[in-house]
């Protein structure tokens, strides 16, 4: 299966703005958890967070 997605990004104030979209509802669901991450976060933030443990936190390995 395939899906589109879109993604805008942006800096404002030094933090990384996201906007993201997509055609799968599933897909969707996986980017919000994605900007719940990374959404309006420094730079600096970005590189030291652990998604790999995010997602294992989430049971979504």
């Known amino acids: 299966c395939q899906s589109n997605v879109w ?3 942006e800096e404002k104030d030094g933090k990384l703005l996201l906007h ?3 055609d ?3 897909v969707q669901g ?3 958890l994605v900007m719940a991450a ?3 976060k420094t730079p600096e933030q970005v590189l030291a967070f652990d ?3 995010y997602f294992a ?3 979504l390995e």
């Open 7 to 9: 993604l805008i990004s």
């Open 20 to 22: 993201v979209d997509s």
């Open 24 to 26: 799968a509802v599933i």
């Open 30 to 32: 996986l980017l919000t």
């Open 38 to 40: 990374y959404h309006d």
């Open 51 to 53: 998604i790999d443990s």
């Open 57 to 59: 936190q989430l049971d």
